[in-house]
Each structure stands twice: as C-alpha cells, then as structure tokens.
C-alpha cells in the first residue's frame, strides 16, 4: 500500500541554520510527492511539489528533489527565518494508480520551531 | 482566484449530539471535494472524496456521513457525537480528472466534551 514516513519532530533551530526534513515513501507505481506548510492555527498550505524521478520542487527557499532510488522527498532549506516556523507534511498522491482521483497520503507531519 | 470556506471555524460540543460542518469553493466549477481529520498529535486522515453533487465515497467507516447538496457545497455530519471525533477537519478541492494539487481550507477545530 502507499504510505509516508516522516522523521519526528519536533525540530528546533536558530534562525539562519540549515534545515533538512527527511521524507521517504512506499507506494506502487510512479506517485507525485509534495510538501504541505501548516502555520499555527491555519489549514494546509502546498509549499511544492513535484510529479516525476529527478523533477526538483522549489518555493520560498525549500527545496526538495524526487529520489525514485531511494525513494526519498526530503525537504531542504538553506538558512531558516523565525517565520517558517510551522509544522511541515510530506504527502505522495496515488493518481497513477490508474484513476481519475488522486487520494493524499501524508506523513504525520514535522514540527519546525525557528528562534532569533 | 479560487477560495475555499470552512465554519465554524471553532465548535466545542457535548458528546452525543450532532454536528454539521460547511464546506464551500468558490471561482471554480465541478471540484473533486475532500474532507480530511487531524487528530492531536497525529497526521491527516481522508475521510470522505466528492467528485459530483450527491457523489460520495467514504475512507474510513465511523459514525460521521458526508453529503453535496450543491456543487461547490460539502458537508459533514454526525448525528451523535464522540469524544473521539474531535480534531481540526480540514476540507479541500481539486479540479478536474488527473488533478492532482489538492488545496486546503482554514479548517474547523472540533472539541467534543
């Protein structure tokens, strides 16, 4: 079956320190994968994506590059800000399974906590 | 632009009654439309898809129903609530076959006591 596995969070950093937030996934055929940002309070934002082996999604300074090898999405950022404090969910979408409706499956998400 | 409408926005209910919660986009016509629960500590777990009016599937057998009364119109409901139905739910939409960008509402948190 499809599934995401996210490290634990939650992660804490100082304000311009490196991030990297690992993802990896099981599921069958050739998924999109996608990061999601959820700020305290607020619903899921799409932060990027990307829907093939090698493809790189970027937004905002994350980076996250699809891994068909090792079937990994982590999630890169070269220097933090307090404001990207929020919690982060790695997501694969089945649509290639050979329906018309992609179902989303997620992680279980990753708080980030940022400090000046 | 598209937009999407969730409310309440906070509802704190006694266990065993019901409960109704609206969903609704705007700036686009015929949506797949999804509801999903963020349980504490946990992650989203899809509960019920839409891809028409009165087109409903559901993930995960519980005690809540869903119902597209209009096409751009979701709702969940419950008729008694249980404290283990509480969460943040969270409604989104997609557009279109092979679409797969699914985009999220504000959410509703929901506290049953």
């Known amino acids: 079956g499809n599934s995401v596995t996210q490290m634990e969070g939650p992660v804490t950093l100082s304000e311009e320190a490196f991030l990297t937030i690992n993802c990896t996934y099981t599921?069958?055929?050739?998924?999109?994968l996608f990061w999601y940002v959820q700020y305290p309070g607020e619903g899921l934002q799409l932060l990027l994506k990307?829907?093939?082996?090698?493809d790189k999604g970027s937004n905002k300074g994350f980076e996250a590059t699809y891994r068909k090898e090792t079937t990994s999405f982590h999630l890169e950022k070269g220097s933090v800000q307090v404001s990207d404090s929020a919690v982060y969910f790695c997501?694969?979408?089945?649509?290639?399974?050979?329906?018309?409706?992609?179902?989303?499956?997620f992680g279980r998400g990753t708080q980030l906590t940022v400090w000046p | 632009s598209q937009t999407i409408h969730q409310w309440p926005a906070t509802l704190v209910q006694p266990v065993g009654s019901p409960l109704s919660l609206e969903c609704t986009v705007e700036?686009?016509?015929?949506?797949?439309l999804y509801w999903y629960r963020q349980a504490a500590g946990r992650g989203l777990q899809l509960l019920f898809y839409?891809?028409?009016?009165?087109?409903i599937s559901s993930e995960v057998p519980q005690n809540l129903s869903a119902s597209r009364p209009q096409d751009r119109q979701f709702i969940l409901s419950s008729k008694k609530l249980l404290l283990s139905d509480s969460g943040f739910y969270l409604c989104?939409?997609?557009?279109?076959?092979?679409?797969?960008?699914?985009?999220f509402g504000p959410g509703t948190r929901l506290l049953v006591l």
């Open positions: 989104a939409w997609s557009v279109g076959p092979y679409q797969e960008t699914q985009y």
């Open positions: 599921a069958t055929g050739y998924p999109s």
């Open positions: 990307a829907t093939k082996a090698d």
């Open positions: 997501a694969l979408s089945d649509l290639n399974r050979g329906s018309t409706l992609g179902r989303l499956y």
């Open positions: 700036g686009t016509s015929n949506p797949n």
């Open positions: 839409s891809v028409g009016i009165g087109q």
